[in-house]
């Protein structure tokens, strides 16, 4: 007796309470794999773009005290990261020196604000290849006062390629400066943080910023692994410590930033804490950044898995009053089955089998549909219409859903045991049925 076949049949028979049942399964199954889909990719794009944007997974910045009592950002003590440094050799796959400047970028009567990486262009070749060249070229990017602008930058200023524009801003000691720039191309997808950002060389970045040739605001560092990066980042405190150098204390979590805070090395933020000598080093990672963005995934997925278990709620309710109905009509069919010899375990099979049915039917279905739909949503560029910090979520202007086959098989075992649990109460009761006793009804 082929009781899978039986099942089958029998689930076609009622047509539309099955195709109900299955729908709203896929429904269920569809929402939970779109959104951890969604929030799996949100974190890969926002990771891979911090990574590209600041240079690599740890950032030490500095931090000096001067005479007058103002707090500047610089490391002045490069002595003791040149020692400390070459101790990671065998974990760091490559590293640059950048100063950062935060101003605002004007053009006649226009202006923008917007950040300025000074970079050193020979020793910058991923940032190079990561940066989406809409027109010109990058062939004049070590020239003094060439600029690498973002299209958010140029539109709002209505500049083309090869005109100046100026950018206003504070040295490094406070004092107000004018810098004067020849755009040589115009990028897309270079936004930051909150503002959009810019690159030129960071020898005529530290010229008008108040810098030597030969300083920088932060080092940053591209590791071997990823899952290195908090314990790197520790032992690096500990080394700088070690070769007497100041680390910057941890900033206090107030519960509402999620242990996120600005670098000095971002803008440039001062402290009016106790004196100090020489650099106070302060040791960040993309971790940090990633907090807020973890924030959000974790509200993201408590939604998803809120709808899933409301999902589950629902479809186990419905499979056992659709299966205690099921058993009701067929009363007299369960009792001819048993009377020409079938077991009562054959009956419990028969009636999981046509439950597991409608749930990988349903599971099937939800998974082509979240597949569709997240094809579709990938393939929509965003990049013209999104905030420059929404792209900071994105792949090149698009959303990624990234579909993992464990997950989707996970949710599919998920529903069949839902299946099994709600299903057995009713099958039971169809076994234990009397032969004489179902046929009399």
Not at 129 to 140: A, I
């Amino acid at each position: 007796m082929n009781l899978l076949k039986i099942a089958y049949r029998n689930v076609s028979r009622q047509k539309r309470r099955s195709n109900l049942l299955a729908l709203a399964i896929a429904f269920g199954v569809m929402i939970i794999i779109l959104l951890n889909s969604l929030t799996s990719g949100l974190i890969i794009n926002t990771r891979s773009n911090f990574e590209s944007l600041l240079g690599g997974h740890v950032y030490i910045s500095g931090q000096v005290l001067l005479d007058s009592g103002r707090v500047v950002s610089r490391i002045d003590d490069t002595d003791v990261l040149d020692a400390v440094i070459p101790q990671f050799e065998q974990y760091i796959v490559d590293s640059q020196k950048r100063t950062t400047v935060s101003g605002t970028f004007v053009f006649r009567s226009s202006s923008e604000r917007g950040m300025l990486y000074g970079v050193n262009w020979n020793e910058e070749a991923a940032l190079v290849d990561s940066l989406n060249v809409q027109e010109g070229s990058l062939d004049r990017i070590e020239e003094p006062g060439t600029i690498v602008l973002p299209e958010e930058i140029a539109d709002e200023l209505g500049v083309i390629l090869n005109e100046n524009i100026l950018l206003s801003f504070e040295t490094v000691t406070g004092q107000a400066n004018v810098g004067e720039f020849s755009i040589i191309a115009i990028t897309k997808g270079t936004s930051g943080l909150m503002f959009p950002s810019a690159y030129a060389d960071i020898r005529f970045v530290n010229e008008i910023f108040g810098l030597n040739p030969d300083e920088y605001q932060n080092y940053t560092l591209l590791l071997t692994d990823m899952n290195m990066i908090d314990q790197i980042s520790e032992q690096i405190e500990i080394a700088i410590e070690k070769e007497g150098g100041v680390v910057a204390p941890e900033p206090e979590d107030d519960g509402l930033s999620g242990g996120f805070s600005m670098s000095p090395m971002m803008f440039g933020a001062g402290s009016d804490e106790a004196d100090w000598e020489g650099t106070k080093f302060d040791v960040g990672n993309l971790n940090d950044f990633m907090d807020i963005v973890s924030q959000v995934v974790n509200v993201l997925n408590m939604v998803a898995m809120g709808v899933f278990l409301i999902m589950l709620l629902i479809t186990g309710v419905g499979l056992l009053n659709t299966f205690r109905m099921i058993m009701i009509e067929r009363t007299k069919e369960i009792g001819t089955m048993r009377s020409v010899g079938m077991q009562r375990k054959h009956v419990i099979k028969l009636f999981l089998y046509e439950g597991l049915i409608l749930a990988l039917r349903g599971a099937l279905f939800g998974i082509i549909a979240a597949v569709a739909i997240g094809l579709i949503v990938g393939a929509i560029p965003f990049t013209d219409s999104a905030n420059p910090a929404v792209t900071m979520l994105m792949n090149d202007g698009h959303i990624s859903v990234p579909f993992v086959p464990v997950q989707m098989l996970l949710v599919t075992g998920i529903i069949a045991v839902i299946t099994v649990a709600a299903v057995w109460s009713p099958a039971r009761k169809a076994a234990k049925m009397k032969p004489a006793d179902a046929l009399r009804v």
